[in-house]
Structure formats: structure tokens, C-alpha cells
């Protein structure tokens, strides 16, 4: 994988030039910064989807509270709970992630070393992500079981005579697995390989002296 990556980097500059030749040190710089620079568009432009969908999911689910019956402040305070386990840490990742795209590909004298500290953060950062996600659904999940259960109606995972405590755990443990394997493949598509692109142009700068 490692060395298609490489291959990669090469034969894209080959192909824009249209001959075959060894890269020179500016070429490769010049082609590296345009790869970098790619990478990170692909990550921005998924922070910034991830950014708006969550928005708009959150403003939904606003106008549902909204429209719960006033002085039932027990269904509000599980939304609240529900509101912020979702809300704090997903705002944290999204400010942190632009905020380190916001700084850009350094100069050509600092590139591998920034190249270096944009892909340790980037490691850190997804699998915190991944982990934090894997805590988080189940407890968020739970706070929907107490939500659900402070509103009248019929709703999925509201204890009933025909749901048990039992089959709501079963329930919860279900749509966890589903959503944490949903948010691995979410973050190998929107987030992993553009890492994997800026590791093959730190190798490449490496292998030529960087």
C-alpha cells in the first residue's frame, strides 16, 4: 500500500508533465504541497458537511422538544442530557479540526515537519473520535430510553409489558454496534484515507531528503 501510494504520487506528476522522468527537488516539492493541499480540502469539505447535517439535525430535534407539553421537566432534562453528549464533543472535534486546517501547508522549508504535526494530530484526533463515539452511543442511547419514558405515547424503547428491561438493553446494544461500525467506515471514507495521502507525501519527502 505504502509503495502504490508512492507510485501514485510519482505517476501523477508524470502524467501532468507527459513524459516519464525522475522528479527534481522543486518538482516534488510543488507536487507534494498540491497533494497536501488536496488532502486537506477533502478533510475540510467532510468537517464542514459533518458541521451542516448536525445543524440541521440539531435545530429538528429542537422543534421536537419544542413540543413537548409544558411542565413535564423531566422528558427537558433527559433532552438536555441527550443534547449535550451529543453536542460537546462533536463541537470540540469540528473547532479543533478546522482550526488545524486552518493553518495551512507551511512554507517549503517547514513542510515535512508540518506535514508531521498535522498527521500526528489527525491519528490522535480520529481515534479519539472512533473511541469517544463507542462510549458516548450507548450512554446517549440509555438517555433516550429515561426520554422516551417521560413522554406518553408509544415509542421504541419504552418500557412496556412487551419490553422488558432486558430486551431494551438488548435493543441499545444493537443500534450500538450498528452505529459505532457505521462511524468506523464514516471515518475510513471522510477522514482516514486523506491521512494515508498526506503520510505518502511525508514518505516521499523523506525518501528524498527532506
Not at 460537546?88 to 486546517?101: D, E, I, Q, T, V
Not at 443500534?175 to 484515507?193: E, H, L, M, P
Request: one cysteine or more.
Amino acid at each position: 500500500m505504502k509503495n502504490d501510494e508512492l507510485d501514485d504520487l510519482r505517476a501523477a506528476w508524470n502524467a501532468a508533465a507527459g513524459e516519464q522522468k525522475d522528479l527534481s527537488r522543486e518538482e516534488l516539492a510543488l507536487l507534494v504541497r498540491r497533494r497536501a493541499r488536496s488532502a486537506y480540502a477533502g478533510i475540510r469539505r467532510n468537517l464542514l458537511l459533518e458541521a451542516v447535517v448536525g445543524s440541521l439535525a440539531m435545530f429538528a430535534w429542537a422543534y421536537f422538544v419544542s413540543r413537548i407539553a409544558a411542565g413535564n421537566g423531566e422528558a427537558y432534562l433527559a433532552a438536555l442530557q441527550m443534547t449535550l453528549l451529543t453536542v460537546l464533543p462533536l463541537f470540540f472535534f469540528y473547532y479543533a479540526g478546522f482550526r488545524r486546517l486552518g493553518r495551512g501547508v507551511a512554507p517549503e522549508a517547514g513542510m515535512a515537519s508540518s506535514l508531521r504535526r498535522t498527521i500526528a494530530y489527525w491519528d490522535q484526533a480520529l481515534q479519539l473520535y472512533f473511541w469517544g463515539g463507542a462510549a458516548m452511543i450507548p450512554s446517549f442511547l440509555l438517555s433516550s430510553v429515561w426520554f422516551v419514558n417521560s413522554l406518553g405515547g408509544s415509542y421504541l424503547l419504552k418500557i412496556t409489558e412487551h419490553m422488558s428491561w432486558a430486551r431494551i438493553v438488548a435493543w441499545i446494544a444493537g443500534i450500538s454496534a450498528v452505529t459505532i461500525f457505521f462511524v468506523w467506515v464514516s471515518i475510513q471514507a471522510g477522514y482516514a484515507k486523506h491521512v494515508r495521502h498526506l503520510k505518502a507525501c511525508l514518505r516521499e519527502l523523506e525518501e528524498n531528503g527532506e
